[in-house]
């Protein structure tokens, strides 16, 4: 039995997941806390925040996040991936960055609008 603590709302319900069970999780109070609880055993993932630089636009910067959750043995490596980016104005909320992060699917993608 492994206790957890949920991190997908600011509850923080206290889990515990039964691996000899099928990853059984009790203590959470909604279904996202079920597979979180299981996801978190077999594949934690995370969503992941940064900036990338910008040229010609109002900003020296932009934020970007994932899409998605990346698998924690991925992370550096979806790091790596915006060390060269420059991108250049304009971009909107919701632009993709970066598609299919080592292979997941997943994207890094713009959270502001810039002109
Ligand atoms: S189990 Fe549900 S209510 Fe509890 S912290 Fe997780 S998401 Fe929030």
């Given at each position: 039995?492994?206790?957890?603590?949920?991190?997908?709302?600011?509850?923080?319900?206290?889990?515990?997941?039964?691996?000899?069970?099928?990853?059984?999780?009790?203590?959470?109070?909604?279904?996202?806390?079920?597979?979180?609880?299981?996801?978190?055993?077999?594949?934690?993932?995370?969503?992941?925040?940064?900036?990338?630089?910008?040229s010609g636009g109002s900003a020296h910067c932009c934020p970007v996040k994932t899409n998605g959750g990346i698998p924690k043995k991925d992370i550096f490596a979806a790091m790596d991936l915006l060390k060269d980016v420059i991108l250049t104005a304009p971009v909107a909320i919701g632009d993709r960055i970066v598609p299919d992060i080592c292979g997941t699917g997943i994207a890094w993608v713009a959270t502001k609008d810039i002109e």
């Open positions: 039995m492994t206790e957890l603590i949920c991190i997908v709302c600011p509850k923080g319900c206290h889990l515990h997941v039964d691996e000899e069970n099928g990853f059984a999780v009790t203590g959470n109070s909604c279904a996202r806390g079920s597979e979180y609880g299981q996801t978190e055993m077999k594949n934690p993932t995370r969503v992941l925040t940064s900036v990338v630089r910008m």
